[in-house]
C-alpha cells in the first residue's frame, strides 16, 4: 500500500509518520502533486493556522491536487479543518470540500486552546471499528467544525462539535490519533483498510 503524508508548512507531520510506523506501514512525506495523486492512501495532518497554512498550499500549486483527490484522504486537526469551506480564522477561504465553516471556540466555553483527552462518542462509522462506543482521544486546537450531515463522531468542550467526519472520500478528524495510544492506533489502522 503507497501511503502520502501531506508536507506542508504545518507541525506534527513527522509524529502521524512515527504513529504509522508503529503499526506497521511505511509512508511518504511529500508535497509532490504525482506523488499525492498516485498514493493509495492520503494523510492530511497538521497543527498550526489555517491564515498561514492555506497560501502555502496555493503557492506550492497544492489546492487543486488536494480538491481532486480521489482515493481516501485522512484529514488531522489542521488538516480536517483545511477541509471545510472556510475558517474564523483570519478569517480564511479553505479547500471548500466540506459544507461548512470552521468558528472560533468562545472564552465561556473554557481554556482555549483545548488542550487534553476528549471522550468521543461515534456512529458505529467504519473509521471507529472495533473502539467502544465512548473512546478517549487526544486534542489540541482552538477552532472546531459544528455538527452537521458529514458528522459521524461528536464530542463536548462547552458545546457540542464534529470530532470526526466523512464527505464523499474525505474523512477527517479533530482530535491527533498519533497522540492517543491504542484507540488511535487502531483508528489510523481502519482507516488504512477503507
Not at 472564552?107 to 471522550?119: C, D, F, L, T, Y
Request: charged share 10%.
Amino acid at each position: 500500500m503507497n501511503i502520502a503524508i501531506v508536507k506542508y508548512n504545518a507541525g506534527n507531520i513527522r509524529s502521524v509518520e512515527l504513529a504509522l510506523k508503529r503499526i506497521g506501514h511505511e509512508a511518504v512525506v511529500t508535497a509532490d502533486p504525482a506523488t499525492l495523486q498516485a498514493a493509495d492512501k492520503v494523510i492530511f495532518p497538521g497543527v498550526g493556522a489555517a491564515n498561514a497554512a492555506m497560501p502555502w498550499l496555493e503557492a506550492a500549486g497544492l489546492v487543486p491536487v488536494l480538491r481532486n483527490l480521489q482515493q481516501p484522504v485522512l484529514g488531522i486537526c489542521l488538516g480536517m479543518q483545511l477541509l471545510a469551506e472556510a475558517s474564523e480564522e483570519g478569517p480564511t477561504a479553505c479547500l471548500n470540500l466540506v459544507p461548512c465553516t470552521v468558528q472560533r471556540f468562545l472564552p465561556s466555553a473554557g481554556k482555549v486552546p483545548q488542550i487534553g483527552w476528549n471522550q468521543v462518542t461515534h456512529q458505529n462509522h467504519p473509521l471507529f471499528e472495533g473502539l467502544p462506543p465512548q473512546v478517549w482521544m487526544y486534542h489540541v486546537h482552538g477552532f472546531y467544525l459544528p455538527l452537521g450531515a458529514h458528522t459521524i463522531a461528536s464530542t463536548t468542550y462547552g458545546i457540542p462539535y464534529t470530532a470526526a467526519l466523512q464527505h464523499q472520500n474525505f474523512y477527517a478528524v479533530q482530535f491527533h490519533p498519533e497522540r492517543s495510544g491504542p484507540a488511535g492506533s487502531r483508528l489510523l489502522q481502519n482507516f488504512l483498510a477503507i
